[in-house]
Each structure stands twice: as structure tokens, then as C-alpha cells.
């Protein structure tokens, strides 16, 4: 059975920095891509960025040049570094991961979803 167990969420001021992770364990043949969701109240939940095993990578706009997606391979983890945080990045923030397992079936999984919030 595979898990992603996040990590990281909080509080922080407007221009503050927060890193998450997110852990994928369980009997794994190979991971494509992992990454990050986020949903506001009252917003769709949008991709916010997503690394590919070769580690190419995708943002959506109002984060690029602020938030860096990046993954350890060897642990199964991908990272966000979120810098220069803005009140519009509050949000639930849930890991995504498509992952074949040794039954060479490729599925999706999510975290459990945790909180950022900025705020003064």
C-alpha cells in the first residue's frame, strides 16, 4: 500500500518562507511525477508545481520565480520551497503522486493535505 505523508505547513508573515514535504512509501516499482496541489476557500484546487522523474518541471504562473519543487529520488520526496509568500498562497496544500506499483499498475495518490496560511 502506498502512503504520501506531507509535512511542513504553518503560519507565516506576508514575505515569509515555508518549505513541505512530502514521502512516498510503500512496495513502489517507479514514480513519473510528484507534486503539489493547493485549494483555497471557495477556489478550485489548481496545480501549483510538479517534477517528473527526470526532473523537468511545471509551475503555475503567480508562483514562478517565488515557490522551487525539487525531489529526492532516493528517498521518494519532493520538497516546496515557498519564498516571498503572499496572502493569495493561503491555501490547503495536498502532495500528488502518480506511482506504479509492483503490480505494474500506475495510480494516484494524495496526501492528507495541510495548511499555509499568511497572514500579519
Known amino acids: 500500500q502506498v502512503q504520501l505523508v506531507e509535512s511542513g505547513g504553518g503560519s507565516v508573515q506576508p514575505g515569509g518562507s515555508l518549505r513541505l514535504s512530502c514521502a512516498a512509501s510503500?512496495?513502489?516499482?517507479?514514480?513519473?511525477?510528484m507534486g503539489w496541489y493547493r485549494q483555497a476557500p471557495g477556489k478550485q484546487r489548481e496545480l501549483v508545481a510538479r517534477?517528473?522523474?527526470?526532473?523537468?518541471?511545471n509551475y503555475v504562473d503567480s508562483v514562478k520565480g517565488r515557490f522551487t519543487i525539487s525531489r529526492d529520488n532516493a528517498k521518494n520526496t519532493v520538497y516546496l520551497q515557498m519564498n516571498s509568500l503572499k496572502a493569495e498562497d493561503t491555501a490547503v496544500y495536498s502532495c500528488?503522486?502518480?506511482?506504479?506499483?509492483?503490480?505494474?499498475?500506475?495510480?494516484?495518490?494524495w496526501g492528507q493535505g495541510t495548511q499555509v496560511t499568511v497572514s500579519s
Open positions: 517534477i517528473f522523474s527526470g526532473g523537468s518541471t
Open positions: 500528488y503522486a502518480e506511482i506504479k506499483t509492483m503490480d505494474s499498475i500506475t495510480r494516484a495518490y
Open positions: 510503500g512496495s513502489m516499482e517507479s514514480i513519473n511525477y
